[in-house]
């Protein structure tokens, strides 16, 4: 089954982290995947954005637009912006997480208040994910996106051992005990 993700996010996320690993665990798991990251203003809370493809047969790592089977949206807003890149009944797994932008900020803008909504308008299934509250419970907000990996896993046909070997060759040694904790949770 090929399987094509992108990943939405602003800069200090983490999103490169995340899709890193996802390139790992289906590394692990022997299957041919290829994957790229944007980053440019990431630094200043720009957009950002990874894609991944699972067992496909293109050696390219670009999703086009209508062909992407699931979206991992690390913010909201981010999410909202890559949904002319999903499928007819594709998966959007969503943060609760919202960072403002400058016009919002500003306010010039208004944030979007019903995103979710607006996603399943978009004949999609979405799972909506509180990784900041698992992550806080935890004590690591920085565990946020670990939790959407073990929620995004149950959609990917990586065993849980592949993931868990993947997050500890990618996170901080005295990390790896509570990203697996967080990832197991985001599992359930």
Do not use: C
Request: proline content about 7%; charged content about 20%; overall charge neutral.
């Amino acid at each position: 089954m090929k399987t094509n993700i992108i990943f939405a996010g602003v800069g200090g996320q983490g999103l490169v982290l995340t899709s890193r690993i996802v390139v790992e665990a289906a590394h692990n798991a022997g299957l041919p995947v290829s994957g790229s990251d944007v980053y440019g203003l990431a630094q200043r809370g720009g957009s950002v954005w990874g894609m991944v493809r699972i067992n496909n047969e293109f050696f390219s790592p670009q999703v086009p637009k209508g062909e992407a089977d699931i979206l991992m949206a690390l913010e909201q807003l981010e999410g909202l912006r890559w949904l002319e890149h999903m499928k007819p009944g594709g998966l959007a797994i969503v943060n609760n997480n919202r960072v403002h932008p400058t016009p919002v900020l500003l306010e010039q803008e208004e944030y979007p208040q019903d995103v979710i909504g607006t996603m399943k308008g978009r004949d999609l299934q979405v799972i909506p994910v509180d990784g900041p509250g698992v992550a806080r419970k935890l004590g690591n907000i920085r565990l946020a996106n670990t939790v959407l990996l073990g929620t995004l896993s149950r959609h990917l046909p990586m065993s849980p051992r592949h993931w868990l070997e993947a997050i500890a060759a990618h996170v901080p040694p005295k990390t790896v005990e509570l990203n697996q904790k967080a990832f197991e949770l985001g599992r359930e």
